[in-house]
């Protein structure tokens, strides 16, 4: 048995020792119990294993959540909570193409709940931007011919952000060009 120095904070070590002592079926259990813990910890091995018919669908209902809130429910907006998902399935399974979709479905529902409702958050808006230019790079890195659905996805963003306040729309201008022109 591994003994555990308890006046110190546990660490990966302290599990990994545990971990192994523990026989196949042991793990098995420990997975499942974990499975059943929580809905992240299904997600998040649903990804990993590619079970399901859209990993990603978990991860874009929590950026829509957070995005695009039920303001007659008095929901707020979370750009924290919306950033989380996308750092939760770069850890499960990271694939580009997913991690594209979902930063450019984030750009899409911040940039859409901002039109639509005329919010000027500034910390909101600056945090668009940000996700913009991430999405813009991880389209960028992918192969040639899975390119075009999300740039052409991204301009729209663009195109919905000229009306925005603290120069959205003219960074977004600048971030496109700058990406797009340094692609052909």
Not at 111 to 122: L, T, V
Not at 126 to 154: D, H, W
Request: glycine letters at 8%; a negative charge.
């Amino acid at each position: 048995m591994v003994i555990v120095n308890k006046s110190s904070k546990p660490s990966w070590a302290d599990i990994k020792g545990r971990l192994s002592e523990f026989d196949r079926v042991g793990l098995l259990g420990l997975v499942q119990d974990l499975y059943t813990a929580n809905k992240d910890n299904q997600a998040f091995l649903h990804a990993r294993f590619g079970l399901g018919d859209d990993v990603l669908k978990p991860y874009k209902i929590v950026v829509d959540r957070w995005l695009w809130p039920d303001v007659f429910k008095n929901q707020l907006t979370s750009v924290a909570k919306a950033k989380k998902a996308i750092s939760d399935y770069k850890k499960a399974i990271g694939r580009p193409e997913g991690l594209a979709e979902l930063m450019v479905f984030y750009c899409e529902r911040a940039a859409g709940f901002c039109d639509d409702i005329g919010m000027d958050d500034e910390i909101f808006l600056l945090a668009l931007v940000r996700m913009y230019e991430q999405a813009l790079k991880a389209t960028i890195n992918l192969p040639v011919g899975r390119r075009e659905t999300f740039l052409s996805r991204l301009d729209a963003v663009r195109r919905v952000s000229d009306n925005f306040g603290y120069g959205v729309g003219d960074d977004m201008n600048v971030l496109f060009a700058e990406y797009v022109s340094d692609d052909s």
